[in-house]
């Protein structure tokens, strides 16, 4: 009797989704729109709402590229700037024809709008998530300094990164320059990170857990017909950000009030001393791996 209830027993385990939110740089580059497509159909991908914007004016970037790839493409011979450049466009007008062309809802691509409605986001995705992300954006606000931080568009959507990734949370997909690599730098995204003071650590490769996840995200690359673009040279990179705040911030009511706690501060109140808001990137930090 015992056997026959043990032989007809079913369990079917349903591996979660990776969510993963793409670095615009790495969206940009050539291998960033077939990469796109091909891991959207097996990964939760996101794409930072700065991203639609650049999309918004592809000339202005055209003509000047160092706004979307940093002041090292000045020194570049004229030759090398305009393969660049050209590179550029073509991705720029192969992801505007990409958005324009499919439906949201079957591009399998999300994103964050001003409200939930207008965003294209995973079935069941929490309501407070625009919410995180704004608060959490916003606090690194004080991180783009001057006017001209305020303005770049590259900084501006890092930002944003940030922001998504620990508001989801989700891993980035990011990329190792060969000249970082030549030089043994971080990734550009990781750098200007750790600028805004959330430092980025490199994970030994024999770090048996990083092997372990490293050789997941290596069969979806496989299963979804991308290993190629690695032999091809793409550095692909995945960077973990650790956020202990995001999970606290939320839109509703302080818990605290309703129980009439009020020596409890809400996670947005001033400090005790009448300093600032309290820093949501407190104690941040990030964790980098190359695949």
């Known amino acids: 009797m015992t056997g026959t209830l ?31 497509k091909q891991l959207s159909e097996l990964m939760e991908l996101w794409i930072v709402r700065e991203f639609w914007h650049i999309l918004d004016n592809p000339q202005f970037y055209v003509e000047q590229p160092e706004a979307l ?4 493409i000045e020194v570049l011979p004229l030759t090398e700037r305009q393969a660049l450049s050209q590179q550029m466009l073509r991705s720029l007008q192969e992801w505007e ?8 809802t079957t591009r399998n691509i999300n994103f964050l709008a001003d409200v939930m409605g207008e965003s294209c986001v995973p079935a069941g995705a929490d309501s407070d998530l625009i919410w995180r992300w704004e608060s959490l954006a916003q606090g690194l606000d004080s991180c783009l300094q001057g006017p001209s931080a305020r303005t770049d568009t590259l900084m501006l959507a890092y930002r944003d990164l940030a922001a998504l990734a620990a508001a989801r ?17 971080p990734p550009k995204l990781c750098s200007t990170l750790q600028r805004w003071h959330i430092p980025c650590q490199e994970i ?4 048996p857990i ?64 009448g300093g600032d808001r309290l820093n949501l990137w407190q104690g941040a930090q990030g964790f980098w791996y190359l695949v």
């Open 6 to 36: 043990v032989s007809d027993l079913s369990i079917t385990l349903t591996q979660r989704r990776w969510a993963c939110v793409l670095d615009p740089a790495l969206a940009l580059s050539s291998y960033g729109l077939p990469l796109a």
């Open 69 to 72: 790839l940093g002041e090292q």
């Open 97 to 104: 024809r990409l958005r324009l062309r499919v439906d949201p």
């Open 169 to 185: 949370p989700a891993c980035i997909l990011t990329l190792r320059s060969g000249a970082e690599a030549a030089q043994n730098l």
């Open 204 to 207: 030994d490769p024999h770090n």
């Open 210 to 273: 990083a092997a372990l996840e490293r050789e997941q995200l290596r069969h979806v690359l496989v299963h979804a017909g991308a290993a190629k673009l690695l032999w091809a040279g793409l550095q692909l990179v995945v960077l973990h950000l650790v956020v202990p705040a995001a999970a606290t911030v939320s839109s509703g009511q302080d818990w605290a009030d309703g129980y009439g706690f009020p020596q409890i501060d809400p996670i947005d109140s001033v400090e005790p001393d």
